[in-house]
């Protein structure tokens, strides 16, 4: 995980949930390359063909509210985003996003700022800076860290238990 980076914005807003993020019909898919495509089809169904990597969502608040689906996080990780940043997150959203490796930075004043097609540059544990403004974030634990920088839970705890073989 890069902890200095910039990307292009994609706005959405407030109770994007996990049945926009990835509707239940498309959950029977083989694998989650398969479902990405149909990322956020009932709000915009352009959308998942837009982002490139590197891309940063921007949300309102109560981000991925709803169900608990695993495959939400695990697909906007595969769209390549590089960071969500929201007003707030559906607190199971943030930990299945942790596990699975997507960053996840919150900040209530950032998303009525930009517009979607701006650049921001994100230093984590610090800032987000958009059109020479500076709009905090809050540092973020040592092992949520360890689990990003891993690539998620999985990873972490495998490169974890290696550690201690050694």
């Not at 007003?87 to 930009?114: C, Q, T």
């Not at 040592?142 to 972490?156: H, K, M, R, T, W």
Request: charged residues 20%; contains cysteine; proline residues 6%.
């Amino acid at each position: 995980m890069q902890t200095e980076f910039s990307g292009r914005v994609w706005v959405l807003g407030d109770d994007i949930d996990t049945d926009i993020i990835i509707p239940t019909e498309y959950l029977a898919l083989p694998t989650i390359a398969d479902m990405a495509p149909y990322a956020f089809s009932p709000l915009r169904p352009q959308l998942a063909g837009q982002i490139q990597p590197g891309d940063i969502v921007v949300g309102g608040k109560n981000f991925g509210c709803g169900s608990s689906r695993e495959q939400a996080p695990e697909i906007l990780k595969e769209l390549g985003l590089s960071a969500i940043i929201a007003k707030s997150f559906a607190r199971i959203f943030f930990r299945n996003a942790v596990n699975n490796g997507l960053l996840l930075l919150e900040n209530a004043d950032l998303p009525d700022a930009v517009t979607e097609g701006d650049t921001v540059a994100v230093t984590v544990g610090k800032q987000v800076v958009h059109g020479g403004k500076a709009y905090p974030l809050a540092p973020m634990a040592d092992n949520v860290l360890e689990i990003l920088e891993s690539g998620g839970l999985v990873a972490a705890m495998q490169k974890r238990n290696k550690a201690g073989q050694a």
